[in-house]
């Protein structure tokens, strides 16, 4: 395991008093209730926790993806949900990019036009896009695999695919929900390492929802939500 990226400050984001509610069937169903957290530029966190304890909404929040009820989220002194939700997309598009246990790849598009993608959104031009996506399919090992149609490849290839896509605007933080759990064990660990290369190469922040105990041990921190709350389970 790499020297943990933990001990610098101020913190890069910061989450205080985080509340998320909603409302099922005309009952109120708390699944966030007070998360105060900091995360460290360069570091890796897992966050782990029993099924339905809001791991999942953790990481939407984070990503912006979806708005807290209550509290704050601080990206380096600025509190994004201030932001309206434009500057709130470019935001996240600027800073952030998303891996899922199920990669959501397009599967009419072969694997450097699923790539291509965000850059093609970002108002890239294509050629850099072109360019940018080659580079990051060749570094995850699928340089033979450019051109193939993403639902002739394996579970692996695709999550590779997937991580690739994440990272082709070259966010500061990767946010990864669970980007093993639907793979095969030699595949899952794969995965597992190219992430962790990435974050190291490209000095990424990466926050890693997952059940895989083996994985979380060799993230930075380790943290769990028990009843709403974030509790350190390693690191400081």
């Known amino acids: 395991m790499r020297e943990p990226a933990i001990t610098q400050t101020p913190a890069m984001i910061e989450l205080r008093g985080l509340v998320k509610t909603f ?8 699944v966030l209730t ?6 460290f530029r360069g570091e890796t966190l897992a966050v782990v926790g029993a099924s339905g304890v809001g791991k999942s909404t953790l ?38 990019g998303f891996v899922f ?16 993608m965000p850059a093609l959104i970002a108002r890239v031009p294509q050629a ?24 002739t490849l394996s579970g692996g290839e695709q999550q590779r695919v997937a991580v690739a896509r994440a990272l082709v605007l070259e966010p500061e933080v990767l ?43 060799v993230l930075d921190r380790q943290i769990t939500l028990i009843d709403g709350k974030a509790i350190i389970l390693r690191g400081e």
Not at 24 to 30: A, E, M, P, R
């Open 128 to 151: 850099a896009a072109r360019e940018q996506a080659e580079a990051i399919l060749v570094r995850v090992g699928l340089k033979e695999r450019l051109t193939h149609r993403v639902t």
């Open 175 to 217: 946010l990864a929900d669970e980007p093993t759990g639907n793979l095969d064990p030699k595949s899952g660990i794969r995965v597992q390492e190219l992430i962790l290369e990435l974050n190291a190469e490209k000095g990424l922040t990466s926050v890693i929802v997952t059940h895989n105990l083996e994985m979380a041990r």
């Open 34 to 39: 007070g998360v105060d957290l900091d995360i």
């Open 59 to 96: 990481l939407h929040i984070l990503g912006t993806l979806e708005r807290p009820s209550a509290g704050q989220v601080r990206w380096e002194d600025q509190d994004v949900f201030s932001l309206d939700d434009r500057s709130l997309a470019a935001f996240r598009n600027r800073k952030v």
């Open 101 to 116: 246990q199920f990669h959501h790849l397009l599967a009419e598009f072969n694997a450097l036009e699923n790539v291509m």
């Open 23 to 30: 409302r099922h069937n005309g009952i109120q169903v708390d």
